[in-house]
Antibody
């Protein structure tokens, strides 16, 4: 069974940093592209970032480009999101997600339960 | 950036009725279009990918159609558990984008 478990969500002040992690199990991690999607309070889903199987290709949403960095550790089956320069508009539930098809870009077929990031002074 | 516009914003129907949700893209996404259902406090769930393929475990009462810029998600017979927000998402171009969502309410 595919499982994705996020951790690291916390309360942080504007301008601060936070690192989210996602522990993956139940599948061959290094065969799949992974991503982060967020949902701000009262808003819809917003894609944040994606990373390919070996971490050599990364893509970011315009609102986080230059501030957030996605990475993965295939030896530990984990995905990370380093968030710097946090703003109040970054406050959201952050979901770790796996694409449905191996070795290709495809929709997110598996999702974690989410990790809450609160940005407030 | 490809903008996805969903309509209507809210749909209020009774159990057993048919729901038709629309997603329009600002430029062609061919068939690289997915649909998700998102219930409060839960993770989103993939329903349809590549415009018309049901994801694993999704019942046949969910169907998707369309290509290019106009897409439809149809729920043939609504059940009380279908109350949720439904999102479309394109994956042909970066950045990936979601539509604004359609809230389906069951009377």
């Amino acid at each position: 069974e595919v499982q994705l478990v996020e951790s690291g969500g916390d309360l942080v002040r504007p301008g601060g940093s936070l690192r989210l992690s996602c522990a993956a199990s139940g599948f061959t991690f290094n065969n799949y592209r992974m991503g982060w999607v967020r949902q701000a309070p009262g808003k819809g889903l917003e894609w944040v970032a994606n990373i390919n199987e070996d971490g050599s290709e990364k893509h970011y949403g315009d609102s986080v480009k230059g501030r957030f960095s996605i990475s993965r550790d295939n030896t530990e089956n984990s995905l990370h999101l380093q968030m710097n320069g946090l703003r109040t508009e970054d406050m959201a539930v952050y979901y770790c997600a796996r694409v449905i098809l191996d070795h290709r870009d495809s929709p997110f077929g598996y999702w974690g339960q989410g990790s809450l990031v609160t940005v407030s002074s | 950036e490809i903008v996805l516009t969903q309509s209507p914003a809210t749909l209020s129907l009774s159990p057993g009725e048919r729901a038709t949700l629309s997603c329009r893209a600002s430029q062609s996404v061919r068939t690289y279009l997915a649909w998700y259902r998102h219930k409060p406090g839960q993770a989103p769930r993939l329903l349809i990918y590549d415009a018309s393929n049901r994801a694993t475990g999704i019942p046949a009462r969910f169907s998707g159609s369309g290509s290019g810029t106009d897409f439809t998600l149809t729920i043939s017979s609504l059940e009380p558990g279908d109350s949720a927000v439904y999102y479309c998402q394109q994956h042909i171009n970066w950045p990936l984008t979601f539509g604004g969502g359609t809230k389906v309410e069951i009377k």
